[in-house]
Protein backbone atom coordinates (compact mmCIF):
# COMPACT_ATOMS: atom_id res chain seq x y z
CA UNK A 1 0.00 0.00 0.00
CA UNK A 2 2.00 3.55 -1.15
CA UNK A 3 1.56 5.80 1.72
CA UNK A 4 2.66 9.67 1.44
CA UNK A 5 4.21 11.77 4.62
CA UNK A 6 4.65 15.54 3.97
CA UNK A 7 7.06 17.27 6.18
CA UNK A 8 8.43 20.61 6.42
CA UNK A 9 8.11 24.32 8.75
CA UNK A 10 4.56 24.79 9.90
CA UNK A 11 5.79 28.33 10.08
CA UNK A 12 6.93 30.67 7.66
CA UNK A 13 7.64 34.19 7.79
CA UNK A 14 6.08 36.23 5.23
CA UNK A 15 8.71 37.10 1.91
CA UNK A 16 10.50 33.47 2.66
CA UNK A 17 10.00 29.96 0.93
CA UNK A 18 7.99 27.32 1.86
CA UNK A 19 10.15 24.09 1.95
CA UNK A 20 7.99 21.02 2.19
CA UNK A 21 9.28 17.57 1.82
CA UNK A 22 6.91 14.47 0.66
CA UNK A 23 7.76 10.95 1.67
CA UNK A 24 6.80 7.84 -0.33
CA UNK A 25 6.65 4.45 1.06
CA UNK A 26 5.61 1.44 -0.07
CA UNK A 27 6.09 1.70 -3.98
CA UNK A 28 8.52 3.63 -5.73
CA UNK A 29 8.57 7.21 -7.34
CA UNK A 30 9.27 5.83 -10.33
CA UNK A 31 7.30 5.97 -13.36
CA UNK A 32 4.80 8.23 -11.61
CA UNK A 33 3.78 11.92 -11.24
CA UNK A 34 3.78 13.15 -8.18
CA UNK A 35 1.84 16.12 -7.35
CA UNK A 36 1.19 19.27 -4.20
CA UNK A 37 -2.34 20.72 -3.93
CA UNK A 38 -3.38 23.26 -1.30
CA UNK A 39 -6.26 24.01 0.59
CA UNK A 40 -6.87 27.02 2.51
CA UNK A 41 -8.23 26.81 5.64
CA UNK A 42 -12.02 26.60 4.74
CA UNK A 43 -11.52 27.45 0.99
CA UNK A 44 -11.44 24.82 -1.82
CA UNK A 45 -8.56 23.28 -2.94
CA UNK A 46 -5.70 23.80 -5.40
CA UNK A 47 -3.38 22.12 -7.50
CA UNK A 48 -0.08 23.59 -7.58
CA UNK A 49 1.79 21.35 -10.10
CA UNK A 50 3.30 18.24 -10.64
CA UNK A 51 6.92 16.73 -11.13
CA UNK A 52 7.96 13.60 -12.85
CA UNK A 53 10.01 11.04 -11.01
CA UNK A 54 12.82 12.02 -13.89
CA UNK A 55 12.56 16.01 -12.56
CA UNK A 56 10.33 17.39 -15.04
CA UNK A 57 7.79 19.47 -14.12
CA UNK A 58 4.59 21.03 -14.62
CA UNK A 59 2.52 24.27 -12.42
CA UNK A 60 0.06 26.14 -12.38
CA UNK A 61 0.60 29.36 -14.05
CA UNK A 62 -1.04 31.34 -10.92
CA UNK A 63 1.93 30.07 -9.02
CA UNK A 64 4.70 29.27 -11.89
CA UNK A 65 7.10 32.37 -11.19
CA UNK A 66 7.25 31.07 -7.45
CA UNK A 67 7.14 27.42 -7.88
CA UNK A 68 9.96 25.10 -7.78
CA UNK A 69 9.57 21.29 -7.77
CA UNK A 70 11.76 18.18 -7.78
CA UNK A 71 12.56 14.68 -7.11
CA UNK A 72 14.92 12.42 -5.45
CA UNK A 73 14.71 8.45 -6.21
CA UNK A 74 17.92 7.93 -4.32
CA UNK A 75 14.90 9.22 -1.24
CA UNK A 76 11.88 8.20 -2.94
CA UNK A 77 10.97 11.39 -2.45
CA UNK A 78 9.64 14.83 -4.01
CA UNK A 79 9.60 18.48 -2.79
CA UNK A 80 7.97 21.59 -3.29
CA UNK A 81 9.80 25.38 -2.70
CA UNK A 82 7.32 28.45 -2.66
CA UNK A 83 9.00 31.72 -2.66
CA UNK A 84 8.22 35.38 -1.66
CA UNK A 85 5.11 33.59 0.31
CA UNK A 86 2.31 35.57 2.14
CA UNK A 87 -0.10 35.42 4.01
CA UNK A 88 -2.17 34.43 1.34
CA UNK A 89 -0.08 31.70 1.21
CA UNK A 90 -1.66 30.05 4.34
CA UNK A 91 -2.79 26.71 3.58
CA UNK A 92 -2.51 22.73 4.36
CA UNK A 93 -0.65 21.22 2.01
CA UNK A 94 -1.43 17.73 0.51
CA UNK A 95 1.05 15.66 -1.64
CA UNK A 96 -0.32 13.31 -3.78
CA UNK A 97 0.13 10.08 -6.58
CA UNK A 98 -0.85 11.25 -10.21
CA UNK A 99 -2.36 7.87 -11.37
CA UNK A 100 -3.57 7.40 -15.35
CA UNK A 101 -5.54 5.49 -17.17
CA UNK A 102 -5.24 6.15 -21.13
CA UNK A 103 -5.77 10.17 -21.15
CA UNK A 104 -7.06 10.32 -17.42
CA UNK A 105 -5.34 11.40 -14.60
CA UNK A 106 -6.73 11.54 -10.75
CA UNK A 107 -4.86 11.61 -7.68
CA UNK A 108 -5.13 7.88 -6.21
CA UNK A 109 -3.42 8.40 -3.06
CA UNK A 110 -2.50 11.51 -0.86
CA UNK A 111 -0.56 12.28 2.41
CA UNK A 112 -2.53 13.23 5.02
CA UNK A 113 -1.56 17.11 4.73
CA UNK A 114 0.23 19.50 6.47
CA UNK A 115 -0.69 23.09 7.26
CA UNK A 116 1.92 25.45 6.97
CA UNK A 117 1.08 29.65 8.45
CA UNK A 118 2.75 32.49 7.06
CA UNK A 119 3.05 34.54 9.68
CA UNK A 120 5.44 37.17 11.35
CA UNK B 1 -7.65 28.22 -16.90
CA UNK B 2 -10.84 26.02 -17.33
CA UNK B 3 -13.48 26.90 -14.68
CA UNK B 4 -15.69 24.24 -12.80
CA UNK B 5 -18.40 25.04 -11.52
CA UNK B 6 -20.43 22.63 -9.06
CA UNK B 7 -24.11 22.79 -7.94
CA UNK B 8 -25.44 23.36 -5.07
CA UNK B 9 -22.75 24.47 -3.10
CA UNK B 10 -24.65 22.55 -0.06
CA UNK B 11 -27.57 20.36 0.65
CA UNK B 12 -29.19 18.55 2.97
CA UNK B 13 -30.47 15.02 2.56
CA UNK B 14 -31.72 12.16 4.97
CA UNK B 15 -29.62 8.53 5.24
CA UNK B 16 -30.84 6.41 2.39
CA UNK B 17 -31.70 9.76 -0.05
CA UNK B 18 -30.76 9.54 -3.58
CA UNK B 19 -28.13 12.67 -3.94
CA UNK B 20 -27.36 14.10 -7.14
CA UNK B 21 -24.25 16.94 -7.53
CA UNK B 22 -23.67 18.36 -10.76
CA UNK B 23 -20.31 19.89 -11.75
CA UNK B 24 -20.20 22.17 -15.04
CA UNK B 25 -17.19 22.89 -17.17
CA UNK B 26 -16.45 26.52 -18.61
CA UNK B 27 -15.29 24.67 -22.25
CA UNK B 28 -15.78 21.10 -23.42
CA UNK B 29 -13.70 18.36 -21.39
CA UNK B 30 -14.07 15.02 -23.40
CA UNK B 31 -14.25 12.69 -20.18
CA UNK B 32 -12.21 14.20 -18.42
CA UNK B 33 -12.88 14.44 -14.91
CA UNK B 34 -12.89 12.75 -11.58
CA UNK B 35 -14.98 13.36 -7.79
CA UNK B 36 -13.58 13.20 -4.43
CA UNK B 37 -14.43 12.95 -1.36
CA UNK B 38 -13.07 15.05 1.89
CA UNK B 39 -13.93 14.73 5.29
CA UNK B 40 -13.10 17.55 7.73
CA UNK B 41 -9.50 17.17 8.77
CA UNK B 42 -9.11 14.66 6.37
CA UNK B 43 -6.76 14.07 2.63
CA UNK B 44 -9.33 14.23 -0.17
CA UNK B 45 -10.88 11.30 -1.17
CA UNK B 46 -10.95 9.83 -5.07
CA UNK B 47 -14.53 8.08 -5.86
CA UNK B 48 -14.48 8.07 -9.71
CA UNK B 49 -12.30 9.23 -12.74
CA UNK B 50 -12.60 9.39 -16.39
CA UNK B 51 -16.31 10.66 -15.58
CA UNK B 52 -17.70 7.29 -14.54
CA UNK B 53 -14.96 4.85 -13.80
CA UNK B 54 -14.95 4.08 -9.77
CA UNK B 55 -12.10 3.96 -8.30
CA UNK B 56 -11.08 0.30 -6.65
CA UNK B 57 -12.30 -0.15 -3.18
CA UNK B 58 -15.20 2.64 -3.24
CA UNK B 59 -18.80 1.55 -3.25
CA UNK B 60 -21.01 0.70 -6.40
CA UNK B 61 -24.12 3.41 -4.32
CA UNK B 62 -21.60 6.04 -6.00
CA UNK B 63 -21.48 6.64 -9.58
CA UNK B 64 -20.59 9.33 -12.42
CA UNK B 65 -21.78 10.43 -15.52
CA UNK B 66 -21.05 12.97 -18.00
CA UNK B 67 -19.43 14.27 -20.62
CA UNK B 68 -18.12 16.99 -22.78
CA UNK B 69 -19.33 19.90 -20.05
CA UNK B 70 -21.75 18.49 -17.79
CA UNK B 71 -21.52 15.80 -15.31
CA UNK B 72 -23.07 14.45 -12.46
CA UNK B 73 -22.17 12.50 -9.01
CA UNK B 74 -24.95 10.04 -7.72
CA UNK B 75 -24.98 8.77 -4.16
CA UNK B 76 -27.84 5.88 -4.66
CA UNK B 77 -28.27 5.58 -0.93
CA UNK B 78 -26.82 8.00 0.89
CA UNK B 79 -25.11 6.24 4.35
CA UNK B 80 -23.95 7.76 7.73
CA UNK B 81 -20.37 7.85 6.43
CA UNK B 82 -20.88 9.61 3.03
CA UNK B 83 -21.62 13.13 4.61
CA UNK B 84 -18.90 15.04 3.79
CA UNK B 85 -17.71 17.37 0.70
CA UNK B 86 -17.32 16.71 -2.66
CA UNK B 87 -15.40 17.91 -5.28
CA UNK B 88 -14.93 17.82 -9.11
CA UNK B 89 -11.48 17.79 -10.81
CA UNK B 90 -10.72 18.40 -14.56
CA UNK B 91 -7.70 16.86 -15.96
CA UNK B 92 -8.45 17.92 -19.90
CA UNK B 93 -5.66 20.74 -19.51
CA UNK B 94 -3.24 22.64 -17.43
CA UNK B 95 -3.79 23.89 -15.21
CA UNK B 96 -6.13 20.93 -13.58
CA UNK B 97 -8.47 22.86 -12.01
CA UNK B 98 -10.92 22.03 -8.83
CA UNK B 99 -14.90 22.70 -8.24
CA UNK B 100 -15.76 24.70 -5.45
CA UNK B 101 -16.99 21.81 -3.81
CA UNK B 102 -20.13 20.54 -2.48
CA UNK B 103 -21.10 20.22 1.23
CA UNK B 104 -23.37 17.36 1.95
CA UNK B 105 -25.05 17.90 5.13
CA UNK B 106 -27.23 16.22 7.25
CA UNK B 107 -31.20 17.13 6.86
Known amino acids: QVQLQESGPGLVKPSETLSLTCTVS????????WSWIRQPPGKGLEWIGY???????NYNPSLKSRTTMSADMSKNQFSLKLSSVTAADTAVYYC??????????????WGQGTLVTVSS | AIQMTQSPSSLSASVGDRVTITCRAS??????LGWYQQKPGKAPKLLIY???ILQSGVPSRFSGSGSGTDFTLTISSLQPEDFATYYC?????????FGQGTKVEVK
Open chain 1, 96 to 109: ARVGWRGSSYYFDY
Open chain 1, 26 to 33: GGSITSYY
Open chain 1, 51 to 57: VYYSGST
Open chain 2, 27 to 32: QGIRND
Open chain 2, 50 to 52: AAS
Open chain 2, 89 to 97: LQDYNYPWT
